[in-house]
């Protein structure tokens, strides 16, 4: 078994090096394919772990190689295929190998075709460390790691000013967390004096619940940066600005569940600290309908996506913050299929509109692009929770988890964000795909994306439709190996059929609301004069709070001019100024004693002359003063030095 | 009738070098030059044998038939290559010769 975990693990490498020898070459359609087929068969690999896995297999664990030894701390490049990692390896294996085969037709025209490969394989390997490690010491590296693929991503097209700034946005506020992150490895370090997961969580038993508060604290600011939480959620949006398959790949299915990874890992942590445990569900719960509000406006179809991404992986941290640890992976696993789905099928739409994003230039693009519409529409099915889609099984089940737990709060929260994200969806699904063609007359001539990309969405769609239902039991058999098995059930049957239909109801009535709201033959493309337009409640909605504009006022600016400040007072007049003179000093020196080097044989003769006196006088001087040093040390102590 | 002593030789030999320094100093020929410097060298060993002499020890008079061996090999060379410069340039004059100047 050792073998597939290698193969799984160093695939992704193996086709991001290839690829990248091919970076400064004119595109190459067999970087694409070779790419994509070691990426399938890390994807392959990941399958036999899963089969020996569910076969009641032994954990497969190794140990690659030591990293670290030194005095107590020992950190080896350790890698484990359990339970929860298996399940993200295997969404990450899937999803990556469906976008590589897409991005050979979405980056189709594009110069940057071979990098682009390597760099979205390198994401992949990245994410493939974070997942499988066995330590946090690894963990870090494959979180830091997709971290700067991320980065390279986002501003893929870098010469485009939105999408150089939108990625050093990301990094940065990655960095941001990071730092929450790393401080609470060092408290685990320094409390349990181990990285690895089991001897870490085993040691945690033992110590007093304020220091595991802090750590599990210090643990989820690491997860809020990468999973965009409030208040560190404006990167998200703004990453939109890289191609879509990264965005399908790295900023709705993979990279930003790490965050939920992490607290689903630590769940023997945070078991030990419910109160902690609250305030994740309570910030969870606040994010999921947040970010649903900001998607209710929004001009921008990728962005509306990115949204809906923030809004659900508020539902998973409700569902790991109130204990049902499961409930949160299977929602990870469920959405990665659906979530991919849509950004795929989103980039589709943008690829026969050259890359228009406003929906309201569309309209009736069902027409032409039938396929993306049925993918497009089917995962907003999925995605609003409709029996029995994916989203259906494993979004409910967070609303009963709340629910049963008597967080009714949290629970009437989580339901409404249930019917904004069955409004905002199908919003952007009839102004794209249904009502009156508003496209043409922009000059739009919209084509169906390439058969093979469709085709290899399909694994995709078929996962969003049975992942509920096939995989809900079998799933949960597995992973409750590892995690606490909490099964959540209404306890009144009376009670579980209103909920549930209930809920049901709700979210179609909001998908029929948006349908009659956008079809209508009205709409046109919004120039600001509208009413509704001019509402308040619009104005805060789009634009976002008012947060980014918040940071940029209260933070960037003032730090901007603060650093101007230090440049100018501090870094010219006192470093600058201190490493000039010592410059100034060395070149006046050597200016004023060149003539010293005159070539005469007669002055450098004085010279020499001239340095054996002064070296005959030193020597007579010290070797008076050792001699007389006696007497010089009572005349001066006489003196009262 | 004074008896001659040490001092007086370190003395003689003090005088000596001082003299050697100051023609290394001021010589512009470059003949004069080698002249000083092994004034410089004999006056060295002036001391060498008197002090020598004084404590008993021939080690110091050795010394000295060390150096005179040595500043006439050094001498030797010295003036091969005076030779040579005056037939490439005609001059023997220090102020001449500046090709090092840095």
Same mark, same amino acid.
């Given at each position: 078994m050792e073998k597939y975990l290698y193969i799984a693990l160093f695939a992704p490498l193996v086709s991001s090096l290839f690829a990248a020898l091919f970076t400064a070459t004119p595109k190459k359609q067999f970087v694409g394919i070779v790419a994509s087929l070691l990426i399938f068969s890390a994807f392959v690999a990941s399958t036999i772990l899963l089969t020996h896995v569910l076969g009641g297999g032994e954990i497969v664990h190794v140990e690659l190689m030591t990293w670290m030894e030194t005095g107590n701390l020992y950190i080896p490049f350790g890698f484990v295929v359990d339970e929860i990692s298996i399940t993200m390896m295997m969404v990450v294996t899937l999803v990556s190998t469906i976008v590589h085969i897409y991005s050979i037709g979405y980056m189709d #025209?594009?110069?940057?075709f071979n990098r682009f490969f390597s760099y979205l394989s390198a994401f992949v390997f990245s994410m493939m460390i974070l997942v499988m490690s066995d330590n946090f010491a690894g963990l870090f590296i494959g979180w830091e790691g997709v971290g700067l693929c991320s980065w390279l991503l986002i501003g893929f097209w870098y010469h485009k000013e939105s999408a150089t700034w939108a990625a050093n946005e990301a990094f940065i506020m990655n960095r941001v967390a990071d730092l929450g992150m790393l401080i609470g490895i060092f408290l685990v370090f320094w409390n *349990?004096? *181990?990285?690895q997961y089991d001897g870490a969580f085993a040691a945690m038993a033992n110590l007093d619940t304020e220091t595991l508060t802090w750590i599990g604290i210090f643990l989820f600011i690491g997860a809020m940066g990468k999973s965009a939480q409030f208040p560190l959620h404006t990167w998200l949006a703004d990453a939109?600005?890289?191609?879509t398959p990264v965005s399908a790949l790295? #900023?709705?299915?993979?990279m930003v569940t790490a965050g939920v990874y992490l607290v689903v890992r630590s769940n023997e942590l945070y078991a030990l600290i419910p109160n902690v445990g609250l305030f994740i569900a309570s910030l969870g719960a606040f994010v999921a309908i947040f970010a649903a509000t900001m998607a209710l406006v929004n001009r921008d179809i990728k962005r509306v996506i990115a949204y809906s991404t923030l809004s659900q992986l508020g539902y998973m941290f409700a569902a790991a913050g109130l204990g049902a640890y499961w409930v949160a992976l299977f929602h990870l696993m469920a959405h990665a299929f659906f979530k991919a789905l849509l950004f795929l099928g989103g980039g589709n739409v943008m690829h026969a509109l050259s890359n228009e994003l406003d929906p309201f230039k569309m309209g009736g693009l069902g027409k032409t692009m039938k396929g993306t519409m049925i993918m497009m529409t089917l995962a907003s099915v999925a995605l609003a929770g409709i029996f029995p889609l994916a989203g259906f099984f494993s979004k409910d089940l967070i609303l009963e988890v709340a629910f049963v737990d008597h967080h009714f709060i949290i629970y009437t929260v989580l339901l409404l964000t249930a019917g904004l994200t069955a409004f905002y969806s199908f919003r952007i699904i009839a102004l794209i795909f #249904?009502?009156?063609?508003?496209h043409t007359a922009l000059g739009f001539h919209p084509h169906e994306a390439y058969k093979f990309m469709l085709v290899a969405m399909s694994p995709l769609l078929i996962l969003a439709i049975i992942a509920g239902f096939t995989f809900k039991m079998p799933y949960f058999e597995m992973v409750t190996q590892l995690l606490p098995a909490t099964e959540y059930h209404v306890h009144s049957q009376v009670a579980y059929w209103i909920m549930t239909i209930g809920t049901q109801l709700f979210v179609i009535a909001s998908i029929f609301f948006a349908y009659k709201k956008y079809m209508s033959p009205s709409i046109k493309v919004p120039d600001g004069t509208s009413k509704m337009e001019n509402s308040f409640a619009y104005k805060l909605l789009i634009n976002q709070y008012y947060i980014p504009y918040f940071y940029e006022e209260y933070l960037v600016k003032p730090y901007r001019e603060l650093s101007t400040i230090l440049w100018e007072k501090?870094?010219?007049?006192i470093v600058d100024a201190t490493v000039d003179g010592i410059a100034g000093l060395i070149h006046a020196t050597g200016e004023n004693t060149r003539d010293m080097q005159s070539g005469n044989l007669s002055t450098m003769l004085k010279w020499m002359v001239a340095g054996t006196i002064v070296l005959l006088s030193l020597a007579v001087v010290f070797g008076l003063s050792v001699r007389y040093s006696g007497e010089i040390t009572t005349i001066l102590s006489g003196l009262g030095v | 009738m004074m008896e001659i002593g040490l001092n007086h030789y370190l003395v003689l030999s003090t005088i000596l070098f001082t003299i050697g320094l100051v023609g290394v100093m001021r010589r512009k020929n470059l003949l004069l030059l080698f002249f000083a410097t092994e004034i410089l060298l004999n006056a060295v060993n002036v001391a060498f044998a008197a002090i020598s002499h004084y404590y008993g020890d021939l080690t110091g008079q050795m010394f000295a038939f060390f150096v005179i061996a040595i500043a006439a090999s050094e001498l030797a060379v010295g003036l091969g290559l005076l030779i040579l410069w005056h037939k490439r340039h005609g001059s023997i004059d220090l102020d001449t010769m500046t090709s090092m100047r840095g």
């Open positions: #025209h594009d110069t940057g *349990t004096g *181990t990285l939109m600005e890289g191609p790295i #900023h709705a299915a993979t #249904h009502g009156e063609d508003r501090v870094d010219q007049k | -």
